[in-house]
């Protein structure tokens, strides 16, 4: 549809443009034709204007001779002619421009009228490209919120739905579906921006799953208390995983290396589980416990699939009477949810006074 009124804008702009350059060519001969019968350039250029707007002032010089007869006549007639189809011209863009505009947002926002359970990313940067195509290819129905131009130019080249709006204004989020999105994913890169989405999208839809990302960790309890479901923090994300790779190099291979073991990960993720590399500190309460005793502290949150030992050694389904030691990697199946599993084999928190205060 975009190509075909792209084509058809197309046409009259290129005869708009033809029709422009004729008028100025006619003028230009006009104006010539009159100074070479002994007019000066003023008077000359002025009779070719007013002659070709058919303004109908008096003559600025007497027409008396039969080269300007012929000079006043083919303006006339050309000029007219010109005028005429130049205002057609005019229409035409004009018109064919708006019924663009139209009809590439009302059948944007017609298709999003008809969309029920979809997900709603707000931004459309490096984060948002990629989390887009993930769920495109998931087969999960989406519509893209972003300010910039050139990316929502992006988003809609790439066969999404996408609305160039403020994500943080109610308007806007009502626009792209919010009453009957299931999933809000907010990837702005500004933490205050995601903040303000999040307490806009919550107030507006109640049950709404709302995925925010943050770039300082100090934002998490922020975007928690606006309403957001689950917190996502890449940069912490990507630190994790390269001490993974630097610390437990084996294991990494095992999880991250191959497409069976990656397609394996989204299974467990689909069922709410997922593949963690828990590194036992060494101020861990874990340190010297049995994995059963661990698995029992954990009420069933996770089990142990493999342990790889900070000497190198890797046991690949370690008995229960398994002890752990500081520094070991533990590869777990643990639930969606695993900060409470993560806390087990981290150091407790230390305790600050500040004043009369102990935080």
Known sequence: MN???SGLVGSPLRNLSAIILFMLALIAVATVGYM??????????????????????????????PELH???????VFGCTGMILLT??????FTVVQIKQLLGLDSVNAEIDRLSGHVIICGFGRIGVMLAKDLKDGGAALVILERDEARIAQAQALGYLALQVDAADEAS?????IERARVLATVVPDDAANVFITLTARSLNRDLHIIARGEEPSTESKLLYAGASKVVLPTHIGAERMAEMILHPETARFIRGSERMLDFDKTLRDLGLQLEVMTVHEKAGAVGVTLADMEQRARGGFFVVQLDR??????????GDTRLEAGDGVLVVT????????????APAERVRAGRTTF
Request: hydrophobic share 45%.
């Open 36 to 65: 070479a019968a002994g007019w000066t350039f003023t008077d000359a250029f002025y009779m070719s204007v007013l002659t070709v707007y058919s303004v109908g002032y008096e003559e600025v010089r007497p027409v008396n001779t």
């Open 3 to 5: 190509r075909t009124v």
């Open 310 to 319: 900070r000497n190198g050694d890797v046991i690949t389904r370690p008995p």
């Open 335 to 346: 639930r969606a949810d695993t900060a409470a599993i993560t806390a087990l084999f981290q």
């Open 70 to 76: 012929a000079i006043t006549i083919s303006l006339i």
């Open 88 to 93: 057609g011209a005019l229409v035409q863009v």
């Open 173 to 177: 989020l009502k626009a792209g579906g």
